[in-house]
């Protein structure tokens, strides 16, 4: 029986704060990208995932409707 020392659970934070494509050109920030980003973390091993969503500019927005879209793709994935 493994003990709670060999537990391990794996956060991947998508998106940071602050970044833009500019400064890292793999960052994700539609929903479709970030829900890409989400699901290639969780086929690798993931069990939480940490993200921001973003505006048309890239800035960091709290838009309800964005961050619906990119949960519902993720989960869509599971359910599929």
Same mark, same amino acid.
Request: proline share 6%; glycine share 4%.
């Given at each position: ?11 991947? %934070? ?7 494509? /500019?400064? *890292?050109?793999? &960052?994700? @920030?539609?929903? #479709?990208?970030?829900?890409? %980003? ?7 091993? /993931?069990? *939480?995932?940490? &993200?921001? @969503?973003?505006? #048309?500019?890239?800035?960091?927005i709290c838009d309800p409707?964005?961050?619906?879209k990119a949960v519902e793709?993720?989960?869509? @994935?599971?359910?599929?």
């Amino acid at each position: 029986m493994a003990s709670m020392q060999d537990k391990l659970i794996v956060s991947a %934070a998508l998106t940071g704060s602050s970044p833009t494509k /500019a400064q *890292i050109p793999a &960052l994700p @920030v539609t929903p #479709e990208e970030i829900a890409e %980003a989400a699901i290639a973390c969780w086929n690798a091993g /993931a069990a *939480i995932v940490h &993200l921001h @969503v973003r505006d #048309e500019n890239e800035r960091m927005i709290c838009d309800p409707v964005r961050f619906a879209k990119a949960v519902e793709l993720i989960a869509a @994935v599971e359910a599929g």
